[in-house]
């Protein structure tokens, strides 16, 4: 793993006040006020008591009709901590969280991270066997959940260490057979922070698999607290700056959009999923100045009818990473809103990146003060400049990076061979240290926000009785990133009717997931030694006769669930 070594407090501290002082020579660059913080008070609990004790009583998070100061997140935190000790949860439990953005999300995360357990948050849309191995590998002892979803647990096998689910909004009138479900504690007296150390896992965080499942990231404290400063610099992030998001919290963008307002000292503002037709209107009545967006939320916004909300905010910044160059312009004109560029991960951090001044359309910025970026071959072999090759990143502060993958060691010393994390993305180093994004190298899929496992998709359509071989693969989006393809060889004498695929993975794929494009063929294109070549379909991408789910009208329902056994 790379990183400077917890047994030493004393080097941890030094090599934290080297990276402030790169971090303040970074060219156009403002220098985060919590840049270069000693470790220990790199926690989320130290952050939340630090900035509270600066900001009190003013705004920190906005959701709905609640608002919340600095001091109150705090002591919303500490008081949850509380009804979650006396429910049994102690230092290193896990806990896993399946609900929509809601104030109890944001209070058990905080609160875990106060006590030194972890949460776990876990997509909404997750269903059948993805839903089903994330429980049982996560050994989450509790499940908080929407009352709205609890249903899809019926159709799963109760996982071996869950001992509870918390109801959110009620215990249903038929409850899921084998499971406890009940409302979730009462609040309770708060209680004192865990003396937790900076490296501690405070989240793990799922991410799709490429040859095999969904993995999850252990992501410690400090991670968290180096999101918050690098982000905030770009942006320039101050105090008297509103960051609103509409992202989902059980992602790592809306969960550190909020430590990067907390950081900056700046207001959170939590809102309703994406719409395209209400997303200035919204930010508007948000007072934003600053927002999350993604590469396809910018390019569905491009494609709308102009109106007068386009320009009827205050919105001047917005991290957009995956944006399209041609976009950075017509967006600035259009909307008045500079976006910006950057490269982080879940498992890594905001580690390329530029300020807002500086930004240059289609290309992702240089490795950030601190952090350490190559371009290297099949063989790990650094390649010159102009050359495409692999990303790989490695950090010099303290657990600026995810510490591995739970309970996957194999895993995550494949992820990190050579001390370096090998991110599976193909990118290119111009001369002056600008990174550009080219391809995925890693066989995985992109679709408006969401990694989606291309293993997983195969994995529910091979168990469908029409198909003999199948081949999941990305093609290019009308609104940027990836549609989800596949290639399907029937079994002899079978006929394989796209409609009826769909409706077999509805309930044992996120939605997201599903494919849209359908392709039949006779044989799939194999390697020598047996394996599909996936760049050779992505490269023929929709050929003539592909069905096309969406060109056909087959709209998908969000509500099916089914057993993870019968997945195939």
């Known amino acids: 793993m790379s990183g400077t070594s917890p047994s030493s407090q004393g080097g ?3 090599a934290s006040a080297r990276s402030a002082a790169a971090g303040a020579a970074e060219a156009g660059m403002v220098p985060s006020p919590l840049r270069g913080l000693p470790v220990v008070e790199q926690t989320l609990p130290a952050l939340l008591e630090r900035q509270a004790a600066s900001y009190g009583d003013k705004p920190l998070l906005r959701f709905g009709d609640l608002t919340r100061s600095y001091a109150e997140v705090r002591d919303a935190a500490a008081a949850t901590a509380g009804a979650l000790r006396e429910a049994g949860l102690r230092r290193g439990d896990r806990l896993a969280l ?9 209070d058990q995360i905080l ?42 647990l019926g159709y799963l096998d109760p996982p071996s260490a869950l001992e509870v689910v918390w109801a959110l909004d009620g215990v249903p009138e038929r409850p899921p057979a084998g499971y406890r479900v009940t409302a979730p504690p009462p609040p309770a007296a708060p209680v ?29 404290q400090t991670q968290f607290y180096w999101w918050g400063v690098l982000v905030g610099e770009m942006l320039e992030l101050e105090e008297d700056d509103v960051l609103y998001t509409c ?57 709308r009818p ?43 951090n905001c580690a390329i990146g530029a300020s807002w001044r500086h930004q240059r359309p289609g290309l992702m910025g240089p490795a950030r003060a601190g952090f350490h970026a190559r371009v290297v071959d099949a063989d790990g072999v650094p390649v010159p400049d102009g050359t495409g090759g692999e990303l790989v990143l490695r950090h010099d502060p303290s657990f600026a990076f995810a510490t591995g993958y739970f309970a996957m060691p194999e895993k995550t010393v494949e992820a990190w061979s050579d001390l ?35 293993f997983e998709v195969e994995q529910a359509l091979r168990g469908h009785a029409a198909v003999e071989a199948v081949a999941a693969f990305p093609v290019a989006s009308e609104v940027g990133e990836d549609e989800v393809a596949v290639a399907v060889v029937p079994r002899a004498d079978a006929a394989v009717d796209p409609v009826d695929l769909i409706r077999w993975c509805e309930p044992r794929l ?33 050929v003539p006769g592909t069905w096309d789910r969406e060109a056909e009208g087959v709209t998908l329902n969000r509500g099916v669930v089914a057993r993870a056994d019968a997945a195939g």
Request: neutral net charge; hydrophobic residues 45%.
């Open 98 to 106: 399946m609900c929509e953005n809601r104030v109890e999300l944001l």
């Open 420 to 454: 370096w994390f090998h991110t599976g993305d193909r990118v290119v180093r111009d001369a002056d240290g600008w990174y550009r994004f080219t391809d995925r190298i890693k066989d995985a899929i992109r679709r408006r926000g969401e990694n989606i496992s291309s």
């Open 192 to 220: 004192d922070a865990e003396p937790v150390r900076p490296g501690e896992t405070a989240a793990i965080l799922y991410t799709s698999g490429t040859t095999g499942v969904s993995k999850g990231v252990c992501c410690p």
């Open 247 to 303: 992202l989902p919290l059980f992602h790592t963008n809306a969960l550190n959009a909020f430590v990067q307002a907390l950081v900056a000292g700046a207001t959170y503002h939590l809102g309703p999923r994406f719409s395209a037709s209400r997303f200035w209107s919204r930010a508007a009545e948000a007072g934003a100045t600053v927002t999350y967006l993604l590469g396809a939320m910018v390019s569905i916004l491009l494609t």
């Open 306 to 348: 102009e109106e007068a909300a386009d320009a009827a905010h205050g919105v001047r910044r917005a991290l957009a990473p995956g944006s399209a160059p041609d976009d950075f312009a017509r967006f600035r004109e259009r909307f008045g809103v500079q976006l910006v560029e950057g490269y982080g991960s879940t498992e890594t």
């Open 12 to 14: 941890a501290d030094r």
């Open 510 to 542: 996120a939605y997201f997931a599903i494919p849209r494009f359908v392709r039949i063929v006779d044989a799939l294109p194999l390697t020598p030694n047996g394996k599909v070549r996936k760049a050779e379909l992505r490269d023929q991408g929709v």
């Open 111 to 152: 609160a875990c991270a106060w006590l030194g357990a972890v949460a776990v948050p876990l997509n909404t849309a997750l269903r059948g066997e993805q839903l089903a191995h994330q429980l049982e590998n996560s050994g989450a002892r509790i499940l908080s959940i929407d009352t709205a979803l609890v249903d899809v």
